[in-house]
């Protein structure tokens, strides 16, 4: 489906940027502000191949990621002070992007004969590990592991799209259903502060 | 042999639950545990497989390995307060862990044809980049790098796997000879605080 | 060309020497500098290797990769006091060593059938992708991301190859051409204080 394609090249897009000011904030050069966005953009899909072994790897077999995250860096560039304003625009491309990720990391998973709960994991890895690598090269706790519900909502979507597909469902109603899934969870989550519990104290025992 | 095979779970289980308690430290919310926990326990596998090409790696070729780490969440979730002083039944679970994915690791790389000595170096990365990986995503400096005799026993392990294996012992005494290697020279150095030296001053030269 | 295969040789152990160097300021152990070392000298190559899938990588299918890195590490801990005031001998080092390695990896991309941008990305990866791990595993922000123009250099090295290379000049004016762009630029750099631009500010707004 080219939609799924151009939803696809918009992700790395915004993920492309959302690295992009990371690293611009820390200071970074020119060149280490395209190779976080850069790995913000496809680390996820990169781990996700090499894991996989499907070669080549996703950047390396198609140099329209490349551009887009040039162009992403440029737009950022010229635009910096624009974007920061536009942060519920950027909130929403970020979210389309680890919604259309997480399916085509499934999608990917099921197609390399994964067993459909491995598929799934690869749907995360392909959604939030591009994060993670930023996060550590930029020196911080990767934001994930802290955040309101975010890796929660691509595996919900994960969920339905397993579901769907293992019921037959047209290719359109798995591909809106997972990606509408992943995004209104993502919406509420935000919109109402949700949050995952932590292990502070353990149902028997007292607070360490 | 299934003992190893046994081992290998409890070992990964063991992994898992300090992965966990790390996490939980780091008041990361579930999925970071989880993720956290995943990485100790198998990261040095799936390191390994992907350096020498081992498809389908550790945990997608054997479920159990994803099992056996949620389990191990589970468990410390639910017992957190209670495994705090259970730090040497911890220390010796950590200690079997390493000496036995030693083992595999060599084992893994020998059967994949490697020179002795990278199938020695593939033995020491299965034991211990696990717990590298989950220093570097919670933004720690690995403490395998300044610990007590650590990755040294594995060395150790190793060398007498291989020795042991080249005069054609049998399995089942390359197997004790190896694992009680490891954990000796672990529980001696932990005993006795032996430490490797530091560069800090050359031979010829002043303390800098 | 056995030079370049001298000179690869080289590199590396100039590599080596300065995650060693790196390695016991932070008060490593004897295992930790070895560590640091063996990723600051073959992680770039090694990850170059992962990425396009070129199996065995390159310190398992050439164990004279690890008998270097055990020589510096060796030289340094016998050395260290006489090193430091090297710093001008270890600085050229370096700079042919990712000279050197930039050239590999394009090489290596082509001999792959990658796309020349893709290859050209893959020079930079060798040159410089093994002290962006170092400083991660050491828990510093990458210097590479701060640092006076360096990858930089290598980028334009890696164009003067393609171009070179395209043209069909010989094989010695390649690499003397490759090498030389690569060194010249970098001295000047050094010697001009030269820097990459910043995105602190965009070209229509203000200072943020």
Not at 136 to 160: D, Q, R, W
Request: with cysteine; aromatic share 12%.
């Amino acid at each position: 489906m080219t939609i799924i394609y151009a939803l696809d090249i918009i992700g790395t897009f915004a993920f492309a940027i959302s690295g992009a000011l990371v690293a611009s904030k820390k200071e970074f050069d020119l060149f280490g502000v395209i190779i976080i966005a850069f790995v913000t953009a496809v680390g996820g899909g990169m781990l996700r191949d090499v894991l996989i072994n499907a070669h080549p790897i996703n950047w390396i077999g198609d140099l329209n990621y490349i551009w887009t995250i040039l162009a992403a860096v440029v737009f950022t560039f010229l635009f910096k002070s624009k974007i920061a304003p536009l942060s519920k625009t950027m909130f929403l491309f970020d979210t389309i992007g680890i919604a259309v990720f997480t399916l085509l990391g499934i999608q990917k998973g099921l197609a390399f004969e994964l067993h459909p709960f491995v598929a799934l994991v690869m749907g995360m890895v392909s959604a939030v590990m591009g994060g993670v690598v930023r996060d550590v090269l930029t020196n911080e706790v990767p934001l994930i592991f802290k955040k309101e519900i975010y890796a929660s909502a691509c595996l919900m979507g994960g969920i339905v799209y397993l579901v769907t597909n293992h019921f037959g469902l047209s290719e359109w109603l798995q591909f809106f259903a997972t990606v509408l899934t992943v995004i209104i969870i993502r919406l509420l989550a935000v919109r109402f502060h949700l949050q995952l519990p932590k292990i502070k104290d353990d149902i028997f025992g007292k607070t360490t």
